[in-house]
């Protein structure tokens, strides 16, 4: 079936270095893919989205990249702060209003 | 805007009871739907509507029931609870998108943590 795998599921980063998250997808309709951020004991909130006509998209420190070939797409943080330090869910929609998220990373960000 | 507001924030129900959640948004929003969430895991979806009067399961929809007679609110109802109930529920909602090919945002309420013992 449907499904997105996401990795790793931990990540610990020293302050002000960069952190990577990796998902893959299995709906070749997939076509939108939003990133999600959840600290704890609150609500998922969108950081950062990417439809499928784009390779890349960047905010801030924050960038996604896209490669539709391979099914793959990740989250880009730079210049880690401790605030950053979450949850971090990634999704991929086929454009029906339908999403499959993936199991979700805990990165903490070292002082 | 209040966005998705859910109640109750906490509940406690023993096990056999039954409860509905309730879900409200002022957005104006076509889509809504229901996750939970369990301890240290991801979002897996309960039910889902496209619009007042329609409704349809997601992946884990047994043990549960919804229904939308309005565009805004969207109430979870759980009959017969039991343990495995027990999780983090949320409900969200999302807008039909200028280009229809492509989804739009969730907006994602505070949730409510549930406890069945």
């Known amino acids: 079936g449907e499904n997105v795998e996401q990795h790793p599921s931990t990540l610990s980063v020293q302050e002000g270095d960069s952190a990577v998250i990796k998902c893959t997808y299995s709906?070749?309709?997939?076509?939108?893919f939003p990133w999600y951020k959840q600290e704890l004991g609150k609500r998922p909130q969108l950081i950062i989205d990417?439809?499928?006509?784009?390779g890349e998209k960047k905010d801030q420190r924050i960038a996604v990249t896209l490669n539709k070939t391979a099914k793959h797409f990740s989250l880009h943080i730079t210049e880690t702060q401790p605030e950053d330090s979450a949850v971090y869910f990634c999704?991929?929609?086929?454009?029906?209003?339908?999403?499959?998220f993936g199991t979700g990373t805990r990165l903490k960000v070292l002082a | 805007n209040a966005g998705v507001t859910q109640t109750p924030k906490f509940r406690i129900l023993k096990i056999g009871q039954s409860m509905t959640l309730q879900c409200t948004q002022d957005?104006?929003?076509?889509?809504m739907y229901w996750y939970r969430q369990d301890p240290g895991m991801g979002l897996k979806l309960i039910y889902y509507?496209?619009?007042?009067?329609?409704?349809d399961k997601g992946e884990v929809p047994n043990g549960y029931n919804v229904s939308r007679s309005t565009t805004e609110d969207f109430p979870l109802r759980l009959e017969l609870a039991a343990p495995s109930q027990t999780s983090v529920y949320f409900c969200?909602?999302?807008?039909?998108?200028?280009?229809?090919?492509?989804?739009?945002?969730?907006?994602f309420g505070n949730g409510t943590r549930l406890t069945v013992t």
């Open positions: 969200a909602s999302s807008p039909q998108g200028a280009i229809l090919v492509y989804s739009s945002p969730l907006h």
């Open positions: 709906d070749s309709a997939s076509n939108y």
């Open positions: 990417i439809r499928s006509n784009v």
């Open positions: 999704a991929a929609s086929p454009g029906t209003y339908k999403y499959i």
């Open positions: 957005m104006n929003h076509n889509y």
């Open positions: 509507s496209v619009g007042a009067g329609i409704t």
